[in-house]
C-alpha cells in the first residue's frame, strides 16, 4: 500500500464526497455517509481477502465472514484477483478518525487493485466489509465490483430488533442465527427476543409451553452467536402486563390484577418476587447491558386488586410507584432497563419527579406503528422533557396481515427515526408483531432492511432510494422486478385502505366468509375494487416469476439443497437469487391478496348463477333446462366457483406449512391449518348442499330457495 497515495487521497476525501455521494448509482443498504464512485472493476480472477498484521481475532472473523459471504456466490481467488485488505487504524495512521467514527465508523478506499477496509475497532472493521459485500455485485467469473471511497459511521449508537416469540411463531436456534448473520450484514447491533411466557425459568417450570419455548441452553447459544458479529441480545420479559399465559395458572392467580387476565396487581408481594425471579435468570442467560422490561398496556390496572388504589391516586402514580420498584429490586443485576412508553407518557409532570436514580438506570422506548401526520415528538417530550434517555419503536406493520403493509411501515419508521435523532434518541428498536399467531418472518424483510438503514443513516432517510436498491443488495435481482414486486403489495394495500375503506390486506378479511352477514356487508365494499386490487396482487406474482426466470444458476454457486425438503420451501428452480424464502414469502402473500379480491367476485358470482337458474326452473323449454343445469355446473362443477374457493385454500394451506417450517418450530401451526381446514369444510359442506339440489333438478325440475342452500341474494344492481 502507497501511503502517500491514500493520505493525498484523503486529504481531499471530504471536499467533494457529500456531493459525489449525491450522484453515486451504487445500491447499498445502509447508504454511507460520504461515498465517491471510483469506478467498476470485473472480478474475472475473484478476490483475495487478507488482515493486516496485526490481525485480532474478531478481525479475522470478519475477513472469514467475508469470504464466505463470496464463495456462496461463486467469487474465488486465482492469480490477478482484486485484494481486499482489512485493517485497524493503528496500521493507518494518515487516516483519521473523528470521536464520532471510533465506535462502530469505518474508511474504505480503493487504490489500483486494491480495496482497503479500515476501522478503529473491531465493529468498525466488521461493518465495512459488510459494505464491500454489497459493492460486488453479481455471481461468479460475472461479478462487478462498484469501487468507491467510503467514509461511515452510524447516526445511532442502538440499531435493533424487537422479535415476537410470544404470539404463536416461535424461531428455531437455527433460523435465528440466521436472523443475527442478516441483521449484521446491515449494520443492526442488538436483537430482542419478546417473551410473555416463552422463555424457560428453572425458577417458574410450569410457564413455557413443551416445543414452544426457548431453553436456557439455546439462550446462551444465541449469545454467544450473536457476540461475534457485533450484537448484544436483549430479552424482553413482560413485567407487568401481557402476561394472560402465566396467570391462567392457578398458583398464580393471587398475583393477578384480574381473575385469568394479563396484568400483574402491583400490592402484591409476589408480584415482586416472581419478576426478581425471572429477571435474576434472565441476567445470567443474556449478559449483555440491558434488560427489557415492558410494561406496556396494562390495561387491566385498576380494574380488580388495585382499583382502590388507583382511584385514589390516580392510574400514573400507582403505574410509576410500580415501575420504580420494579428497577430497585432489579437494581443488583447491574443493568440499563428498557421500558415501553405508552403508559408512562401520559403523565409528564410525574416523569419530571421521578428520582434521578431511576432516570439514569432507565431507556423509555417510545413506541408508535403508524404514519403521523403531526410528526412523533409528543410520544417523545414527556421523557426528554423529564431528562430521561429514549429510543424510538416503529414497526414493520406485519401484524393481523397476509402481507406487511409497507406503506404505513416505511413512513412510519422514516419519520418516527428522524423525529428521534432530532430530539436526542439513542437508539432505534423496530419491531415485528405476530398478534394472530399467524406471521411469518420471512415476509417481514423489507421493513427490517429499511429500519436498518434509517437507524444508521443521518436524518431522514430516503424511501425511494431503498426500494430502488433493495432488490439487488438483499436478493441479488438484477432485473429490478422484485423492487416493482413489492411496490405492487403496497398498491394492492392501498386499495383495500384507501379505495374500499376496509381494512389493508388483514387476514380477517382474508377468513371472512363472503357468504355471511359480515362478509355480504364488506363485500358490497370490496367487490367495486376487486378488480384493481387483483391485477396488483397479479402483478407481483408475474413479476416475482420474471424474476426468478431471469436468475438462472450459475457454475459455483450455491443454490441450497439439491432434494426437497418440506422444512426448506416448496421447491422452484434453483436459482443465483438470495434469501428465496423471503421471496416464496412474497408470492405467498401475493396469492393471499388475490384471494381476497377473487373470493367476493366468485360468492358474487355463484348467487348470480343460482337466482337465474332458480328463475328458470319452472320452464318447459330444453334449452333453457340445459341452461339451468350448466348454471348449477357453474357453481359446484369440475370447474365451478365453489371448486376454485376449495382449491384455493388448500394450495394456501400446503404453501403456508412449507413456508412456516422456514423459519419456525412446530409449535402454534396446529391452529393456522385447523383455520385453513376449517374453511375448506365450509365450502365442501355448500358443495354438498348443492349436489343436493343438483339431484333434486335432475329428479324433479325443482330448485329449493337459495336462501335453504345459505346463497345470499345477489348484490342489488349499481343505479
Known sequence: MHFSRLGALLVGFGLFAAVASAQSSIKLIPMPREIHATGEEALTHGVGVFCTAPCAVEDRFAADDLTASLLARGIVGSPGAVVIELARASAHPEVKFTDEMRAEGYVITKIGKTLTVIGDSAAGVFYGAQTVKQLIEGNGESAVLHGANVRDWPAMKYRGLDDDLSRGPVTTLEFQKHLIRTLAAYKVNLYSPYFEHTQQYASNPLMAPPGGSVSATEARELVEYARLYHIDVVPEQEAFGHLHHNLTWEQYQPLA???HGAVLAPGQPGSIELIKQMFTELAALYPGPFLHIGAD???DLGLGQTKADVDSRGLGAVYLDFLQRIVAELKPLNRRFLFWGDIAQDSPDLLKDLPQS?????????????????????????????GMETWVAPSVNNFRKVYPN???????????????????????????????GEGLFNQDWYGILFGAAAAWQKGESSIPDFQNAYAQVFHGDATGDLNEAQKE???AHSVLKDQAKEGDGTNSIFWLDPMSKDGLRIGAQVLPFAHELRLHAERALTLIAQARAAAPAAPGVSTGPKTYDPADSYPSAATTLRETAAIDALEFGARRMDLIGLKFQLSEEIAEGYERAYAMQNTTDKKQRLNVSRELSDINGVNGRIQDFIDAYSLLRDLYEQAWYRSNRAYALRPVLEHYDYTVGIWEGRSDRLRSAQRQWSDTHTLPPAADLGIPPPAPAAK
Open 257 to 259: 390484577e384480574t381473575p
Open 297 to 299: 398496556e396494562t390495561v
Open 358 to 386: 431511576f432516570k439514569d438506570s432507565t431507556i423509555a422506548v417510545a413506541w408508535v406503528y403508524s404514519p403521523e401526520a403531526r410528526g412523533y415528538d409528543r410520544f417523545l417530550t414527556p421523557f426528554t422533557n423529564a
Open 406 to 436: 409497507n406503506n404505513y411501515a416505511l413512513a412510519n419508521i422514516q419519520r418516527f427515526t428522524a423525529d428521534g435523532q432530532r430530539l436526542g434518541s439513542t437508539g432505534q428498536l423496530n419491531t415485528i408483531w405476530n398478534d394472530d
Open 489 to 491: 403489495m403496497m398498491l
